[in-house]
């Protein structure tokens, strides 16, 4: 069971992402698209593009940054997520899609840097 303030933390990092990518003209499409084989936290258009966002959060005591805590088995999961959401929402079939990392990252301090990778990785990247 997830703790309560831990879901409280990615809530706030994922609205965080979401305003974040919002004003650099990311149009939303889907927030928290669940399936039965898992979860894609934001989808959104650039341009002519589907984009498919992770967004992970770290405090300061975490070794990596958030951005780098993307394993082969979570974007495995990530793209057969997508894949369902493209056979159940086929009028954005023909766009080209890609897979975003946005990491947010806290400080001793409580201030927090965003690092968003774009086409952090490819399906032909994982180990499907």
Same mark, same amino acid.
């Given at each position: ?5 831990t ?14 990518? +919002? $004003?650099?003209? #990311? &149009?939303?499409?889907?927030?928290? *698209?669940?399936?039965r ?8 258009r ?27 088995? +979570? $974007?495995?999961? #990530? &793209?057969?997520?997508?894949?369902? *959401? ?26 927090q ?16």
């Open positions: 069971m997830v703790r309560a303030d879901r409280a933390l990615g809530d706030s990092a994922e609205n965080l992402a979401f305003e974040f990518l +919002k $004003q650099r003209g #990311l &149009i939303p499409l889907r927030r928290n *698209f669940r399936c084989l898992g979860e894609i936290d934001l989808i959104m650039d341009q002519d593009c589907l984009v498919v966002i992770e967004v992970r959060y770290r405090n300061m005591r975490s070794l990596v940054d958030a951005g780098q805590t993307i394993d082969y088995r +979570k $974007q495995a999961k #990530l &793209i057969r997520t997508a894949a369902l *959401f493209l056979a159940w929402n086929e009028s954005f079939a023909a766009m080209p899609m890609r897979f975003d990392v946005v990491g947010i990252d806290a400080n001793a301090d409580g201030e840097s965003i690092n968003w990778i774009r086409d952090a990785f490819r399906p032909g990247d994982a180990r499907l």
